[in-house]
């Protein structure tokens, strides 16, 4: 038995023979530096007080991070059991801390193109504290410029009457966090929506014109079979959305699945191994292609050309992105920053009138790149023409070494000034990034 670890320390990959099984830690890469990086000293205050640059784009994501159960598989900050009192105390902390943002030089009159509600469940809110946030939220960053507004929902906390009011509200993309159409499956993973709510909340959606609906699913789930992940697959092509997410299963350390390996001494995730998974992605992929969608980055496909996902890009071209919420984190002014990790201290900071921010890191130069550079690089091909103008960097060039091993390998090609991934290279994206990492920021924990 040999182990091939992830540069990120975590060895999420455990080679066994040919087989690449699932064991704990992180393999999907949402930013860089890695968060284990972040500290309380590295927090940059004195970038909120400093002009913005009109040239960048401005963003906001929002995160509820409330459920009705907690997933077993589930890495967020999410809490569950809590109270309308509970509830309504956290929104009224987000409007706060929205509206101290809003006084700050660097976002103070700034319009953003996007929102993101996160979570959690988005769709936990009650109809009328839905309306209170988006009141609040439009108040201190007004929406005129807005071109793409999503929220994550839970099917079965959705009722006719939410829909509609999510759609009144001005939600263009809702996102139905479906993960799988089995039951048991569900059941097995502790998810709080049942098979049968999924179609009833995607019908109301549908009738009620929202211009994008996202469908998400999980390839490799605890109990997860051949038979049945093409049944998923035949289902999701069924209701046609516009866009379909398909994520990876991984195993992070903050999750009820490690947590009964680590009680039963087990190394291996009880998962679908990596090839497994890989396989069953391209399969979904291959099927939605031939319905006329387009695969769009290493987890979505999408029907028509005109099929946005703002967020995603604005996060990933280095826009400014102010994060409001437990543990939300944003990027603003070539700085990251990370509020307060638990719902007490977060609240009662703002409660009395602070920032809820726990850590930070300012980026270098270089990292910056690393950052957009890798992150750009989900989406399957990346011209270099936009680094070299941004940064004054040839990435042919800064990142050749890894770029030969890889073309050498088939994961990608390097041709003029386009690099492309190839499917299989794609499928894996999360894994290989690591290759571009400075140094120091491989062989630790990701978060």
């Known amino acids: ?12 990959i455990l080679q066994v023979g040919d087989r690449e099984e699932t064991t704990v830690g992180n393999y999907f890469v949402s930013n860089y530096p890695p ?37 077993d598989f589930c890495y967020f900050r999410v809490y569950t059991g809590r109270d309308a009192k509970d509830v309504e105390r956290y929104v009224q902390a987000v409007i706060t801390e929205m509206r101290l943002y809003a006084a700050l030089p660097l976002v103070q009159g700034r319009k953003p193109q996007f929102v993101y509600f996160g979570g959690g469940t988005p769709s936990f809110l009650a109809a009328d504290q839905l309306r209170e946030l988006f009141e609040g939220l439009q108040e201190a960053f007004p929406w005129d410029d807005v071109e793409e507004v999503t929220f994550e929902c839970e099917p079965g906390t959705l009722d006719e009457g939410k829909i509609r009011t999510l759609r009144e509200l001005g939600v263009t993309r809702l996102s139905l ?15 709080a929506h049942r098979a049968k709510e999924i179609g009833a909340a995607y019908e109301q959606a549908r009738a009620m014109g929202f211009p ?28 046609a959305p516009e866009a379909v997410t398909i994520y990876q299963m991984e195993i992070p350390y903050n999750t009820t699945v490690y947590e009964r390996m680590k009680d039963g001494g087990d ?107 890798a992150l750009q690089l989900k989406l399957g091909s990346v011209g270099t023409k936009y680094f070299q103008d941004k940064f004054g960097v040839d990435v042919r060039v800064r990142f050749g070494e890894v770029l030969r091993q890889y ?41």
């Open 1 to 12: 038995m040999s182990t091939e670890k992830n540069p990120d320390g975590n060895a999420p």
């Open 407 to 447: 073309e050498a390998d088939g994961w990608l090609k390097v041709e003029d000034d386009r690099i492309t991934f190839s499917r299989d290279g794609l499928l894996q994206v999360d894994r290989l990034l690591h290759g571009f990492f400075n140094d120091e920021h491989r062989g630790a924990r990701y978060a």
């Open 212 to 239: 994008q609906i996202n469908i998400d699913l999980i390839a490799g789930m605890v109990g997860e079979t051949e038979e049945n992940w093409r049944d998923c697959i035949a289902k999701t092509r069924a209701m």
């Open 35 to 71: 968060f284990s990086f972040w500290t309380p000293e590295g927090v940059a205050r004195e970038r909120l007080d400093g002009s913005p640059d009109p040239s960048v784009p401005f963003g906001l994501y929002v995160h509820i991070p409330f459920c009705r159960r907690r997933c």
């Open 177 to 191: 966090g479906v993960e799988n159409f089995n039951p048991e499956i569900l059941e097995l993973n502790n998810r």
């Open 267 to 373: 190394r291996v995730a009880p998962v679908a191994d990596w090839k497994t998974k890989r396989r069953w992605v391209a399969d979904a992929f291959a099927a939605l292609e031939s319905d006329g969608y387009r695969v769009g980055s290493a987890y979505t496909a999408v029907k028509d050309e005109d099929v946005s996902f703002l967020y995603r890009d604005g996060l990933w071209y280095g826009a400014d992105m102010l994060g409001i919420g437990v543990a939300s984190f944003s990027h603003l002014r070539g700085a990251h920053f990370q509020n307060e990790h638990h719902l007490d201290p977060y609240i009662e900071s703002l409660e009395r009138g602070a920032l809820p921010i726990h850590r930070g890191m300012v980026l270098t130069d270089d990292e910056r790149l690393i950052r957009e550079f």
